[in-house]
């Protein structure tokens, strides 16, 4: 963040300001759109492309496909957030855009395994594998430049409406859900319904690249002594910097981890594991969403006046302490009102958290590789943990028989998080980040 900006602003400096947040914003909202909807139709999608005549193997090889989209992550962090930190903030953006926006169409339109054969998993899986790219840069773009464009004292603020805009994704799509599971019969859904969102995906995306288009380059970029001109200067960079890399994986660990199992996974959860019918699950989700769209711009706005660390500490600790026994009260008698209060917890933490956690991140990489080292950081963690949620959770319910398992997985990730926050201090750059 440039730190000539004054922190009074004028009405049209302000409006400018907003104006960036929503175009910046506007795109990680398609990222996580496209990427949810394949979670909430992960049943749909396994018997469409990945048929084998038992239904645990055909959505466990669908959700395998959601997380191996994640693998992908890793590798567009370090080629386009290696592009980013050379070329600047808002070209990288732009191509991202273009990436999502062709991984989502090949999805949407690929013809099912009846039609095609072993081409259409194969198709589908290479769709996830181009989202996959683009997301593994998307993020840290976007909370990179939304860190370098904050007023002075409101870091934290400015970087909650990255995952902000994720969350009118998760309700934008909950929403849907909910019309197509009144007005769309079960054999339609599992026709051609399920398409449906991702064919709306396709089209948000031109509004969306208007937007960005009209994007400038951070003044932060712009008045740095020093760019990497070549790939392999800013992987050198990375690797000097390998041991906040690592503490940076272990600091998202939780987040990303929580996110996907209070919303790609719900649905799935509710259907599969709970046996609540599809409309009640849509609802929690709904109410999930409102609520980190809620939490975590006070967690931002609370962590620039009292520090990033004291949540990044309480929230582990909570979550270690409460998940499991707030499973197994909600698969001992699974309801409605059970599952929406327990992931409105899981929410209030996750918000909490993230928050404090996202600004913290942008904060603690040096600004010559703060895309790529952002992005490989948080890529590695969704990959390891976050991605691969839903499989997870559902591989632990059907070999243990333990409804309530899948938190045992999210109790691990926080302690991981834990263990990332006292990494972090150890690791942490002498040079203050700009």
Not at 387 to 416: D, M, Q, R
């Amino acid at each position: 963040m440039s730190e000539l900006a004054h922190s009074a602003l004028t009405s049209t400096e302000r409006r400018a300001k907003i104006g960036a947040v929503l175009r910046v914003a506007s795109g990680n909202f398609l990222e996580m759109y496209d990427f949810i909807v394949y979670g909430y139709y992960a049943t749909y999608i396994a018997k469409t492309f990945f048929p084998t005549g038992n239904e645990f193997a055909s959505l466990m090889l669908s959700l395998m496909t959601f997380g191996v989209g994640y693998l992908m992550r890793p590798i567009g962090a370090i080629v386009l957030g290696a592009y980013i930190d050379r070329k600047g903030r808002r070209q990288g953006l732009i191509i991202t855009l273009g990436l999502m926006a062709i991984g989502t169409l090949t999805i949407a339109v690929t013809p099912g395994y009846a039609t095609i054969g072993l081409l259409a998993p194969m198709i589908i899986v290479a769709g996830r594998l181009l989202q996959g790219l683009s997301a593994g840069v998307e993020l840290g773009g976007v909370s990179v430049y939304l860190a370098e464009i904050a007023t002075p004292g409101r870091r934290g603020f400015y970087c909650s409406w990255q995952s902000a805009s994720q969350q009118l994704a998760v309700v934008f799509t909950a929403l849907l859900g909910l019309a197509l599971t009144v007005y769309v019969s079960a054999d339609d859904m599992s026709a051609w319904g399920w398409r449906v969102p991702l064919l709306v995906g396709c089209l948000i995306i031109p509004i969306i690249f208007w937007l960005r288009r009209s994007l400038e380059e951070t003044a932060a970029f712009q008045h740095m002594a020093h760019h990497p001109r070549r790939t392999s200067e800013v992987l050198r960079l990375v690797g000097e910097n390998w041991k906040l890399i690592l503490a940076g994986m272990m600091l998202v660990a939780f987040t990303t981890t929580c996110f996907y199992l209070i919303t790609a996974y719900t649905p799935t959860f509710g259907k599969q594991a709970l046996h609540l019918e599809p409309w009640k699950t849509f609802v929690v989700t709904l109410c999930v969403g409102l609520s980190n769209f809620t939490w975590l711009p006070i967690a931002g706005a609370v962590s620039d006046r009292i520090g990033r660390r004291p949540f990044l500490i309480l929230v582990p600790v909570l979550t270690i302490l409460t998940a499991y026994p707030a499973m197994l009260w909600l698969v001992d008698g699974p309801s409605l009102d059970k599952l929406l209060a327990v992931e409105l917890w899981f929410s209030f933490l996750f918000g909490v958290y993230n928050g404090a956690m996202i600004p913290f991140l942008t904060e603690i990489m040096p600004v010559e590789v703060r895309t790529a080292a952002f992005s490989l950081a948080y890529s590695l963690a969704t990959a390891v943990f976050g991605g691969f949620t839903p499989a997870i959770a559902t591989y632990l319910i059907e070999h243990t028989g333990n409804k309530a398992s899948p938190a045992i997985w999210l109790s691990l990730a926080a302690g991981v998080s834990l263990l990332g926050v006292i990494m972090s201090r150890r690791a942490d750059n002498p040079r203050k980040p700009a």
